[in-house]
């Protein structure tokens, strides 16, 4: 089992920067891929950004260039710098993992969230 704290949200104006953070803890095997996620009042949540346990990125054309994803495999945490803030980045920013166990079986893990407000 694999537990996932997200950290760092809060509120600020556009233009401004937030830094996310998500610590896994718990029985931890390896960590593969970690993801940051968003869900915006009525909308659907989506894929913001990626990271591989190499370090390859990807992200969604809305946040290209201004966000940037990272990680500390020995810390088994992730981050997400979030730069040049707009008010449509408001959103709950969730982190997901997968996680994989020494018999090859993978399984997902989300955080629990963390608020992001951006005012204009």
């Known amino acids: 089992q694999v537990q996932l704290v997200d950290s760092g949200g809060g509120l600020v104006q556009a233009g401004g920067s937030l830094r996310l953070s998500c610590a896994a803890s718990?029985?931890?095997?390896?960590?593969?891929?970690m993801r940051w996620y968003r869900q915006a009042p009525g909308k659907q949540r989506e894929l913001v950004a990626t990271?591989?346990?190499?370090?390859?990125?990807n992200y969604a054309d809305s946040v290209k260039g201004r966000f940037t994803i990272s990680r500390d495999n020995a810390e088994n945490t992730a981050y997400l710098q979030m730069n040049s803030l707009k008010p449509e980045d408001t959103a709950v920013y969730y982190c997901?993992?997968?996680?994989?166990?020494?018999?090859?079986?993978?399984?997902?893990?989300w955080g629990q969230g963390a608020q992001v407000t951006v005012s204009s």
């Open positions: 997901n993992v997968l996680h994989s166990v020494r018999d090859g079986r993978q399984y997902i893990y």
């Open positions: 718990g029985n931890i095997f390896s960590i593969n891929v």
């Open positions: 990271i591989t346990k190499d370090g390859s990125t």
